[in-house]
DNA sequence: GGGATTGTGTGATATTTGTCACGTTGGGAA
DNA sequence: TTCCCAACGTGACAAATATCACACAATCCC
């Protein structure tokens, strides 16, 4: 836990020292579904290292990517899932190893109360999830597929912090709600235009 | 205020009082913009009558339809925006005349820690906005534009609780994020279907 | 080596949606 | 009335994307 004081810097040391009681450390290996919405969530859950990706799947085996989660990032799905979440649900996958901070929601309602620094936290998180959603609905709602692709590259070469992404076409296809073939064709173009450099086992971003 | 009691009937007994110092009533006609993102919100706000409507906008004056606000719904956008909301923004605007509670976010702050009952209220408020932007994406991600035109008009049907719908084909156009022309094809395959019945100003619908 | 599996590249074609051009209709307002 | 304007309907065409069919390469397992 003290490794990753840096992260809680800006909270009341009460605060703090309620989450090192009160809290639960768990460790995950990439590819570790972490939550499968329709079930019941009653923990909230921190990621201290490590990324985390969220996803929409839909009935018909469709994904679709929302958004990652670094270290210090809450999960706003974990204050906002519960029963009533139906047919279509929200996934959230470990992207590599990672570690997660895991507190009961009971605690958390109490912190509300008590502790101004917790408000802001979940407020934030709240905000900046919104906030991502809004981006990428943006994104399906008003631009073509090579918009998007190079976006996806982007978001994923900040989040991962390189620009070498192990990643297969089919695999972006699936998050982009599109087909494998769709983005062979525009990934080469994005090469042709000096964008990226395609590698055996993924892609290397250049410019974008 | 008396008469909007019934709203706030879940609420501890403290709250309501303070929902009635604190909070002014404001009034709007129909097609009022009530709030325009990027300008920093100071004040929280509960529909009390009428409809609201919130859509996203973009640089090139696309917009698109995000989710209504009915009586007793708070806006979760007064909870998230801030100065850091850039270009593209999310806008407010009343469907039908309209009456206002507004709170400023000093006070809601407060209330956060003092009364259970407005922290579910706004856990309460995030989730079913998070639910409708999620469903929203589903729609674009996933679905053709027919069965996005009759969840469109499915949902505002309920919303208005009318099946006589008075909107033109050029307003859903561009609240899908589409062009006049293919709704209006699309609207008349719903009417060989039996589902609609197009009106000289409007559409009735029929079974969707 | 041989076979299965997985990811890829590419042409041909279908479907969906957007765009353009143009004619029609039904109000207001002068 | 006449004119104007907004909304509508429609055919023709263009663009984006999805789907199909197939061949190829790398890898893993036996």
């Given at each position: ?119 802001h936290f979940v407020v934030g998180t709240y905000r ?81």
């Open positions: 836990m003290e490794k990753y004081r840096h992260l809680f810097r800006d909270l009341e040391l009460g605060l703090q020292q309620e989450l090192q009681e009160k809290g639960q450390i768990l460790e995950a290996k990439a590819g570790k579904i972490l939550i499968q919405s329709g079930q019941n969530i009653r923990h909230t859950m921190i990621v201290l290292e490590g990324l985390v990706k969220l996803y929409r799947e839909n009935d018909e085996g469709g994904e679709f990517f929302m958004y990652h989660l670094h270290p210090g990032d809450g999960c706003a799905l974990s204050l906002i899932c519960d029963r009533t979440f139906r047919a279509s649900s929200v996934t959230a996958k470990a992207v590599t190893d990672t570690v997660l901070l895991v507190v009961p929601v009971d605690e958390t309602e109490n912190w509300m109360r008590q502790y101004r620094t917790w408000y900046k999830r919104y906030e991502e959603l809004l981006e990428t609905i943006d994104h399906i709602a008003f631009q073509n597929m090579d918009e998007r692709l190079e976006f996806y590259l982007r978001r994923h070469r900040n989040a991962l912090n390189t620009n070498v992404l192990e990643i297969t076409n089919t695999q972006i296809a699936q998050e982009l709600n599109s087909s494998r073939e769709v983005i062979s064709r525009l990934m080469k173009k994005l090469a042709e235009d000096g964008k990226v450099r395609l590698l055996k086992n993924g892609v290397e971003v250049l410019r974008l």
